[in-house]
């Protein structure tokens, strides 16, 4: 599975971004898929997080109730509607993906597949 990640961009606050995560490979389309993001000095942490159908949505605090996460099985695409941007969503924003869905959605370390990044800039 090979993952792109696009649609960052500099905004200023209160604008919103759609990023999107295209994947190749028929793997994806039952793949759980999750939104990281990494500021400059910070540890990498999850945004948000669905299952292979969808069914199942996981919203990191900071973004509950502004960012949507969603996914087209047809097309092979996940996508994050980010909403109300505020300058601490400024980040690189990484999309990942597994096989399996992981114990937490928090551990970067159970998604096999990771995308280039792409940055969302907001200011204020």
């Known amino acids: 599975v090979q993952l792109q990640a696009s649609g960052g961009g500099a905004v200023q606050a209160g604008a919103s971004l759609t990023l999107s995560c295209a994947a190749s490979g028929r793997a994806f389309r039952t793949a759980a898929v999750a939104w990281f993001r990494q500021a400059p000095g910070r540890e990498r942490e999850v945004v948000a997080a669905i299952n292979w159908s969808g069914g199942v949505t996981y919203y990191a605090d900071p973004v509950k109730g502004r960012f949507t996460i969603s996914r087209d099985s047809a097309r092979n695409t996940v996508a994050l509607q980010m909403n109300s941007l505020k300058p601490e969503d400024t980040a690189v924003y990484y999309c990942?993906?597994?096989?399996?869905?992981?114990?937490?959605?928090?551990?970067?370390?159970?998604?096999?597949?990771w995308g280039q990044g792409t940055l969302v800039t907001v200011s204020s």
């Open positions: 990942a993906a597994d096989e399996s869905r992981p114990l937490r959605w928090s551990a970067a370390e159970m998604f096999k597949y």
